[in-house]
């Protein structure tokens, strides 16, 4: 598609149980973005990728929390030990350049039960 | 730091009233400053940026730097405009230009 993808749209998970956010930037764009979105709290910037290098990893919220990209393409958010204060809903955004027109995904929202 | 804030979580008007959702910001310099909307079950989309001046879906937003605000303004809201408005800016602080956002601001125009 021509847009940003994001897999799952919903995943629920047990506490203390591994997951795994994909997302499918635009094609082209070199940039890509994670966000958290959570009741109250807006959005959180946790990731920014230049092709495959992370150079601003500072929104992380923990070493639980760790994502790669390969090919300059696709990414994958990974938590670890999952607690329920992750339940979110994790977004995806991908640019040309710079985060100026990022383009958003659809989103996975995460449910820790 | 560099941070936005919008004060107000919830926002309420009548169909065809005005409406403006406040937004402030924290930045040395001079700013880059944007209104995002996301309506139910929508993706977050861009709605203006201030660079452009332009007006979207009758949004107009100013910055003000004496004020260090950058206010969303509509003189008659519409039924549509219901949804959850973003305020953002690009941050540099961390290593890279990333957009940096409010916590938001959920417009419910009534009928």
């Known amino acids: 598609g021509a847009g940003v993808s994001q897999s799952p749209s919903n995943k629920v998970t047990e506490k203390g149980k591994y997951v795994e956010l994909r997302c499918d930037p635009i094609?082209?764009?070199?940039?890509l973005y994670w966000y958290r979105q959570s009741l109250g709290q807006g959005l959180e910037f946790l990731i920014y990728?230049?092709?495959?290098?992370?150079?601003?990893k500072s929104g992380l919220p923990s070493d639980r929390f760790s994502a790669e990209r390969t090919g300059g393409s696709v990414s994958t958010l990974t938590i670890q030990r999952t607690q329920q204060e992750d339940s979110a809903v994790y977004l995806c955004?991908?640019?040309?350049?710079?985060?100026?027109?990022?383009?958003f995904g659809q989103g996975t929202r995460l449910t820790v039960v | 730091a560099q941070r936005v804030t919008q004060p107000e979580k919830l926002l309420s008007v009548f169909k065809g009233a005005p409406v403006e959702l406040k937004c402030n910001y924290s930045y040395s310099g001079s700013p880059e400053l944007f209104w995002y909307v996301q309506y139910s079950r929508q993706r977050l989309q861009l709605l203006l940026r201030h660079i452009s001046r332009e007006s979207i879906k009758g949004f107009t937003a100013d910055l003000n730097k004496g004020e260090t605000s950058f206010h969303l303004k509509k003189p008659f809201a519409q039924e549509e405009d219901s949804a959850m408005y973003y305020c953002?800016?690009?941050?540099?602080?961390?290593?890279?230009?990333?957009?940096?956002f409010g916590k938001g601001t959920k417009l419910t125009v009534n009928p």
């Open positions: 094609s082209g764009h070199t940039a």
């Open positions: 990728f230049q092709g495959n290098s992370a150079p601003d």
């Open positions: 953002a800016l690009i941050s540099t602080q961390g290593g890279s230009e990333k957009l940096v």
């Open positions: 955004a991908s640019s040309q350049d710079r985060g100026i027109f990022a383009f």
